[in-house]
């Protein structure tokens, strides 16, 4: 059966572009209102006419006009930026508030279009769009103060084309203006989905790609809850933050339709507004489909361990996406380092201890610095494993080592006479000389210029021409000792794009170090590891053993800024050694009251005997005491077994009689005490 010739027509309008569906209606179809009969007629002018009435103070979003003038606005603050340093006085605070303030009262003409009008949604799209850019370029600036900015109060209220008050926003930072916009684009996209055109529908992907290469795919997610933190982000560190939510939100309205509530139960499904119709609340389930298929999308791309929580959080049916998910990420799991270290947070979130033995018995080599937490995550998941526990052991204390090692390489570049036979035996003379003692100190000084990297300590030839001549110094003037002589890399700490630059030239050694000893707290036998690699690091840094020769070479690298990571990593393995000594003194301490004991109470068991024979020996022979003696003193002393921890081949007795004073020599020890 063919179509009726409308459907035809209609099927045929939605795929012309909006130019050619204006031409068509101009030129056809008005013209055929003079040809029809007068009471089609009638009704069809009636319709235009209630159209009319009910768009009539359509608000004017005029994108282009609003683009020229904050772009006005931060050429200004461009050019107050360079005045001030000459003038000694800044309007920037100013600019910016009249900039914000721009932006946030085109906020309500925004919402009003999308949601009371129905009208306009791609157009409101795009503006909505210019707002989150202005306000990332504003906030991501790298010159100047951002104090302004971040510590601004902007109130934003989306009213009724009565008056009536449908939300209010009281912010504190206008870089979290964000949460306004997640809000009206939530709307946005139901009032499309209850009234839009098929043609309109199918935009929704590519409008939802827009906002997630914009602001990230994070900002979906948060969409979907109308701009409040979603619920799986809320943890034991933001609990300050989170019980005083009215700093950013301002629910206490009088007017009904300012309060949200949960469907069902707390934290469990998205956010529903009281301003909505019926009709709007049905499209939810929609919009969340298109929003997981979105974030699906990215998972694809770049899984990690967050999207992929967040991907079983707005699920409906968690175990079939946890299945899809696990499919996806099996077949990039090993494609980047990235990908790798995201299927090593899955795997051991969902503590599947196979695919983690296989990803690392195949692929360990694409681990970065930077990935030790989900290094850690992984061995600790298979640290649960008893066939597995032996491997997770030898893992941290490789990890343990090789950080170890990092420190001691980057402390070489200053340091590089540190091995020489000489200065190893002067610091071993060092470290026999009792704290405080004379000429302890000077002997110290004398070691660390000996062990000094020569050329490092000599002025920098800009800096003495500079102290001369009265300027102040720049720090940072030898390029081969700092990379970043301007604190670049310090500007952002959180920017994803200096990574790479940043465990270059900044690593974060000391915190990889005491995160691996924290892991091999948590996991069984983990302490005689530490034991170990205690040994190995006393063994090779044994200036470790002294406080005041540690402080010596830390305060001479102090003052470089690019030798900071360094003076951490030193101060973690200080801290690391003096831990570690206790304990093995505590060991020995143990030990040695174990085996006193039996001895103690034979002893005092003859003592006993002893004085019941000296009585008896006054009214009877006199050999009766000494036989009782004899038979006393000839039981052999019981012997300790060495304490073994099951599944580790070491005992406590060998490695603390591999500790003793002999390697650790007869100084020094109170020092790190």
């Not at 510590?151 to 009565?162: D, I």
């Not at 005083?244 to 309205?253: M, V």
């Not at 791309?301 to 409906?316: D, E, H, N, Q, V």
Request: charged content about 25%; proline content about 5%; glycine content about 4%.
């Amino acid at each position: 059966m063919s179509k009726l010739p409308s459907a035809r027509f209609a099927t045929i309008y939605e795929s012309l572009p909006a130019d050619a569906q204006q031409a068509l209606v101009e030129k056809h179809l008005i013209p055929l209102l003079n040809l029809v009969e007068k009471s089609r007629t009638k009704k069809v002018l009636s319709s235009a006419t209630q159209l009319e009435k009910r768009h009539a103070g359509l608000p004017v979003l005029d994108l282009k006009a609003k683009k020229n003038e904050i772009s006005a606005l931060l050429e200004e603050l461009h050019k107050d930026a360079k005045r001030s340093f000459v003038k000694e006085r800044s309007n920037k605070s100013e600019l910016l508030n009249e900039a914000v303030a721009s932006l946030t009262n085109w906020l309500n003409d925004i919402w009003s279009v999308v949601y009371e009008h129905n009208v306009s949604f791609m157009h409101a799209h795009k503006c909505l769009l210019f707002v989150a850019g202005t306000l990332e370029h504003i906030s991501s600036g790298r010159s100047g103060c951002k104090c302004a900015f971040t510590n601004m109060y902007v109130s934003v209220t989306l009213k009724r084309r009565s008056g009536k008050r449908v939300k209010t926003f009281d912010i504190n930072g206008a870089h979290n203006l964000a949460e306004v916009l997640y809000y009206i684009w939530r709307d946005l996209f139901l009032s499309l989905l209850s009234t839009g055109s098929s043609r309109q529908i199918s935009m929704i992907p590519e409008m939802l790609d827009d906002i997630k290469d914009l602001m990230g795919w994070n900002s979906l997610e948060r969409m979907l809850y109308g701009g409040r933190k979603c619920p799986h982000d809320y943890d034991d560190e933001d609990d300050e933050e989170d019980e005083d939510e009215d700093d950013y939100f301002d629910d206490n309205e009088s007017d009904y339709e300012d309060s949200e509530v949960w469907k069902d139960s707390a934290y469990t499904q998205p956010y529903y507004a009281n301003h909505w119709s019926e009709r709007l609340s049905s499209q939810m389930w929609l919009l969340r489909r298109h929003i997981q298929t979105a974030l699906t999308a990215a998972f694809k791309l770049a899984p990690s361990l967050r999207l992929y929580t967040a991907l079983l959080a707005i699920s409906p049916d968690t175990a079939f996406t946890q299945a899809q998910l696990q499919k996806y990420l099996e077949t990039i799991a090993t494609s980047c380092p990235e990908a790798f270290a995201a299927a090593l947070d899955i795997h051991a979130l969902e503590e599947n201890t196979e695919a983690l033995v296989a990803l690392l018995n195949t692929h360990t080599h694409l681990l970065r610095p930077r990935d030790a937490a989900s290094l850690q995550a992984a061995v600790t998941t298979i640290a649960r494993t008893p066939s597995l526990h032996a491997r997770a052991l030898q893992c941290i204390e490789k990890e343990l080592l090789e950080t170890a090692h990092a420190i001691r390489a980057a402390l070489l570049v200053s340091f590089s006479q540190l091995d020489t036979p000489a200065n190893r035996a002067e610091l071993a003379m060092i470290l026999k000389l009792r704290p405080g003692a004379a000429g302890r100190q000077d002997r110290i000084e004398t070691w660390a210029d000996a062990v000094s990297t020569p050329g490092t300590n000599a002025p920098n030839p800009m800096a003495f021409a500079a102290m001369m001549m009265g300027l102040p110094l720049v720090p940072g003037m030898d390029p081969s000792e700092d990379a970043d002589p301007l604190g670049y890399l310090d500007l952002d700490p959180h920017d994803p794009d200096l990574e790479d630059m940043r465990e270059e030239f900044r690593p974060r050694i000391k915190q990889r170090f005491e995160s691996w000893s924290d892991v091999a707290i948590v996991v069984q036998g983990g302490d005689l590891i530490q034991q170990k690699v205690y040994r190995e690091i006393i063994e090779s840094m044994p200036f470790l053993r002294a406080n005041d020769v540690v402080e010596e070479i830390v305060n001479r690298i102090a003052d470089k800024p690019s030798k900071h990571h360094v003076c951490d990593g030193v101060d973690a393995l200080l801290a690391f050694v003096k831990v570690q000594r206790r304990r093995v003194a505590s060991q020995k301490s143990d030990v040695k009251r174990r085996k006193e004991t039996p001895k103690t109470t034979r002893t005092t068991g003859t003592s006993g005997a002893a004085g019941t024979a000296g009585t008896t020996s006054a009214s009877g022979p006199a050999g009766t005491t000494s036989t009782a003696g004899s038979s006393t003193g000839t039981t052999q002393p019981t012997t300790s077994t060495p304490i073994v921890h099951e599944g580790f081949p070491y005992s406590v007795d060998a490695l603390i009689s591999s500790a003793g004073s002999s390697r650790l020599g007869s100084g020094g020890m109170e020092d790190v005490d």
